[in-house]
């Protein structure tokens, strides 16, 4: 069992930067692979960014390359999202998920065992 807490969201203009944090406790947090989704409001969750257990393998959706980056920090139990550059359609609620397989860094949102309560982001135009 792994229990997942995001923080870090909050309101940005355009142009501007957000870090995002997921704070893992439970079971050993470098077992897992992690991902982050977000929900735009009238749309469906879609993957934005996923890492393997080691942190060498990082994974995008095509619209946040260039701009989004997933880090983790094993020792801390934590996985970040630094988002720079955001535009308003990256508008969401931001949610953390752990895959029991840390070799899968999985786009698919059914790939994942754990889910945190989502952090809103916003940015305005």
């Known amino acids: 069992q792994v229990q997942l807490v995001e923080s870090g969201g909050g309101l940005v203009q355009a142009g501007g930067s957000l870090r995002l944090s997921c704070a893992a406790s439970g079971r050993t947090f470098s077992l897992y692979a992690m991902g982050w989704f977000r929900r735009a409001p009238g749309k469906e969750r879609e993957f934005v960014a996923a890492i393997r257990r080691g942190g060498d393998n990082t994974y995008y959706t095509d619209s946040v390359k260039g701009r989004f980056t997933i880090s983790r920090d094993n020792a801390k139990n934590t996985v970040y999202l630094q988002m720079n550059s955001l535009k308003p359609e990256d508008t969401a609620v931001y949610y953390c998920?752990?895959?029991?397989?840390?070799?899968?860094?999985?786009?698919?949102?059914?790939?994942?065992?754990?889910w945190g309560q989502g952090t809103q982001v916003t940015v305005s135009s």
């Open positions: 998920a752990a895959d029991s397989n840390p070799w899968r860094a999985a786009r698919a949102s059914s790939s994942y065992d754990y």
